[in-house]
């Protein structure tokens, strides 16, 4: 007899920069099923213990639209946003800010984004959801869609700042510690 034991979520390993699924547009979800549930537990609890706001299935080597978004990083519930196969209905005002990447450990760089935006999408019952975002819930929003079409931060970058990032990139490969 089997005692009913419940799965603890486990951390995935989060893909660097250079990984291809991260540089690779993700496909659509169909039907929401019991790996899929485990997929989205294992993305919460791989975004809080990274610590980050915000984590896109392919960053865990999974080529589905879907991600996960919590400011509060883990304190308050309600603050917690699963997307499925997300898109915007709105987007507008434009906003500059410092931004990072749990792909990208160590680097960050001043990235424009849209100061709001309403997603629509499925949550992780499969209902259609639209969320409005603000400030950094928008750009958070704009983040994780980027993954989900194979872009990171560090591609709206331009000039030398994007070269000196990938640069730098390159060298720490190279070394083995990328
Ligand atoms: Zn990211």
Redesign the pocket.
């Known amino acids: 007899m089997r005692s009913p034991v419940r799965r603890l979520s486990m951390l995935r390993p989060i893909l660097r920069y250079g990984d291809a699924p991260l540089h690779r547009p993700a496909e659509p979800l169909g039907d929401i099923t019991p790996e899929i549930q485990t997929l989205i537990d294992d993305m919460i609890q791989t975004m809080y213990a990274a610590p ?1 706001i ?3 299935a392919p ?1 865990v080597g999974v080529p589905l639209r879907l991600f996960v978004v919590d400011l509060s990083l883990g304190h308050q519930s309600r603050d917690l946003i699963v997307l499925v196969n997300p898109r915007f209905v709105e987007r507008e005002g434009m906003q500059l800010e410092e931004e ?5 450990p160590g680097f960050n760089a001043t990235v424009a984004r849209p100061q709001r935006v309403l997603v629509a999408g499925r949550d992780r019952d499969g209902r259609e959801q639209v969320v409005e975002g603000t400030g950094l819930l928008a750009r958070a929003f704009q ?2 869609m ?2 989900l079409d194979g872009r ?2 560090v591609d709206r970058v331009r000039g030398v700042k994007r070269q000196a990032i990938v640069r730098k990139v390159r060298k720490l490969a190279r070394a083995g510690r990328w």
């Open positions: 980050g915000g984590l896109a960053q990072g990447c749990l792909s990208l983040h994780e980027d993954h990171l931060f």
